[in-house]
């Protein structure tokens, strides 16, 4: 896949181009996706997702007080997995102030030399969000660009979001966000080495470092799925500070079971799938280590259970 960060997006050859922020790849997003590259097989073309970075969230908001469900780096994983040919991460300030018509005529139909346009119904683009699909199609008409309107996408009565995603996180609804997502939500991070007290006491953990822009589920326990070198493993994993042995900042600490090598450096994805409790302090390590007893064999039977047969039958 052709990944592109700045300016330079030229295209010889036709697109057919889906454009939006695409933050978690939702079902929304994967139907905006799915149209861009059946028009691109059937009429010879490339498909390309066309994003911002910044999000355009971070440029008109506190970055501290929003957070992405997908760091950079997971979006470009996730985008790669569908087989788009090309992914831009158009440079937001560029277009900040960009009129609807320059950003649609100068870079879509002519650097980008799409052909086809695929947006959903409440898309919004250029200076103030000024540019509508209305607009778009009206463009289009005029030189030749073909501008397909998707309906948005629903579950359970409401419109699948990105800003349902975060609220289904942000509330502990981890299997909720997962329909959403149509895939289990995960961060992708570089292991590194922490206090090794879990291995002391027979629960050897792996502590990940996640990007700063992510949006992390409530600190507490989960259980999870951990992808090492290509293998999936189960485990259990603690969003938090680790109060109980003094801890101070947030890390995401997992126990992975039947696994004890060392993979510092290593880069890994962990798959959330149940919320299991709230992070506590516990009155020492010999009570800590009987609730982590007591969790690792609930999330164990919680592998047996049909919820999760569905998504280890998609390879999860």
Known sequence: MEHITNHNIEQEIPCAVTLGNFDGLHEGHRTLISTAKKYA????????????NPHPMFFFKNRELNKLIMSRPEKLYAVE?????????YPFEEIASMSPEDFAIE??????????????DNYRFGSK??????????????????????????????????TRVR???????????NRLLTEPYFMIGTVVKGKELGRQFGFPTVNLVADE?????????????????????????????????????????????????????????ISFFKWIRNEKKFNG???????????????????KTDDFKYWENKGY
């Open 41 to 52: 097989e059937e009429m010879g073309m490339r498909s390309v997702v066309f994003t911002f």
């Open 81 to 89: 997995k569908l087989g788009v040919d090309v992914f831009v991460e």
């Open 107 to 120: 870079l879509l139909f002519k650097k980008l030399n799409a052909k086809v346009i695929v947006v959903g």
């Open 129 to 162: 969000a000024k540019g509508d699909p209305a607009l778009l199609k009206k463009l289009g008409e005029e030189y030749g660009v073909k501008v397909i309107v998707e309906s948005d996408v629903y579950l359970e009565g409401n419109i699948v979001s990105s």
């Open 167 to 177: 609220e289904c996180l942000v509330n502990r609804d981890v299997p909720m966000a």
């Open 213 to 269: 822009d992510k949006l992390f589920p409530p600190n507490g326990v989960y259980a999870t799925r951990v992808e090492i070198k290509g293998k999936l493993y189960s485990g259990i994993t603690n969003v938090g500070i680790n109060p109980t042995v003094n801890g101070t900042f947030k890390i995401v600490e997992t126990f992975i079971f039947d696994f004890n090598e060392f993979i510092y450096g290593e880069e890994i994805k």
């Open 285 to 303: 390590v010999e009570e800590l280590m009987a609730e982590i007893a007591k969790n690792t064999a609930e999330v164990k039977e919680y592998f």
